[in-house]
């Protein structure tokens, strides 16, 4: 499973992990806030600033290695609710912060010290038990085209497919389908599928009229058995299969253009092993 369902909420693992995480690092250096009085406004300040740090650091530690993905919608950049940081620089962001905070003679160097060690063991505990597990092969039944033409997934003469599971009433799959179509007419050696879950062809056509995208590549998946196979929680899912058929990894949510290309370049890499 790669997401979690709480209510109509769905959090991808690796989004829970990290929800997780920051709540554990405020509930810690909560707690010791609350016994420590005199020092409470310096122990909060000092655990929001690491916090806002590692967001900045790991962010741009994330553009500058995936630059090329922002360059072309450099507006993206600030759209950090699509994921996308990079661990080390955070990582990087995080001593230092803390460096600094033992610097200031501050007496709350060791209480934020301690809630980020808090934090970085339920980091730990919660990757252990919720890995993100991609299993499966490319489905070898056959579905339709929007012209009724039958298309089978697994028939791709060996080239790796991405598969990405949507709907018009999901305002999310509505907001990175222009980007995703664009990537995929300019992919080379990587075919791309659009599978629709649910609906009819009429509405599938009319969004795709109204929003002037091509049909190129969409395929319907009325009863769907897709979501049911994989067992995603939700939509958009974004699969990637290597040219073996085999499924290597599964982006729930919006995905951004940095993390398509990224899935798509490690796809070519596994190809190339084989």
């Not at 003469?157 to 709907?167: E, I, T």
């Not at 253009?257 to 490690?266: E, F, P, V, Y």
């Amino acid at each position: 499973m790669n997401s979690i369902a709480i209510g109509p909420l769905i959090f991808s693992n690796d989004r829970f992990i990290a929800i997780l995480t920051v709540l554990s690092l405020f509930a810690v250096s909560e707690i010791i806030a609350w016994r420590r009085r005199a020092d409470r406004d310096s122990i909060r300040w000092w655990a929001t600033a690491i916090f806002v740090i590692w967001i900045i650091t790991a962010r741009l530690g994330y553009i500058i290695a995936h630059w090329d993905a922002f360059v072309h919608a450099p507006w993206t950049i600030f759209a950090i609710w699509q994921g996308g940081f990079d661990t080390r620089a955070g990582t990087f962001g995080l001593g230092a912060t803390i460096f600094a905070a033992f610097l200031s003679r501050s007496k709350s160097g060791f209480p934020v010290l301690i809630s980020v060690l808090a934090a970085s063991a339920v980091f730990a505990l919660a990757t252990l038990f919720l890995p993100d597990e991609a299993r499966g092969k490319i489905p070898g039944g056959d579905f339709a085209d929007l012209s009724g033409a039958p298309v089978t997934p697994a028939n791709r003469d060996g080239r790796p497919l991405v598969l990405n599971l949507w709907a018009t009433w999901c305002p999310p799959c509505r907001r990175e389908m222009p980007m995703m179509i664009d990537v995929a007419g300019s992919a080379e050696g990587v075919e791309v599928l659009f599978a629709n879950q649910g609906e009819e062809e009429i509405i599938i056509k009319r969004f795709l009229d109204l929003t002037d995208l091509p049909s190129h590549g969409m395929i319907r998946d009325p009863a769907n058995t897709l979501m049911q196979k994989f067992g995603l929680l939700g939509l958009p899912s974004t699969l990637f299969f290597a040219a073996d058929g085999s499924l290597q990894a599964v982006h729930t949510g919006e995905i951004s253009r940095a993390a398509l290309l990224a899935g798509i370049k490690d796809l070519k890499g596994t190809d190339n092993e084989d």
